[in-house]
């Protein structure tokens, strides 16, 4: 394969918390950015998110909940809002 080097300006906390990132899925950042840069190359698109994702585990709680929630049969139903936040003495 016929390689080459790139440099790359970011900051030092950057730098430093991904390659942290990479060792906790155990890989190095290199295999990380080379696999963004295919990605980027074969979907010609990347995308940048302000707002996080909820976690696989955060899914699982919330699914649960809701569970939870649908077989309670002593549970209050609100039409809206505005009745809920009454309710709650939040209004």
Do not use: C, H, Y
Request: glycine fraction near 4%; aromatic fraction near 4%.
């Amino acid at each position: 394969m016929d390689e080459t080097t790139i440099v790359l300006k970011t900051s030092k906390k950057l730098r430093d918390e991904a390659k942290s990132v990479a060792k906790e899925l155990g890989v190095p950042l290199t295999t990380v950015l080379n696999g963004m840069m295919r990605q980027f190359v074969r979907e010609k698109k990347f995308s940048v998110s302000a707002s996080p994702a909820p976690t696989k585990e955060k899914i699982a709680l919330w699914e649960n909940i809701s569970a939870e929630m649908d077989r309670d049969a002593k549970r209050k139903m609100f039409g809206n809002v505005e009745d809920l936040l009454k309710d709650l003495r939040l209004r």
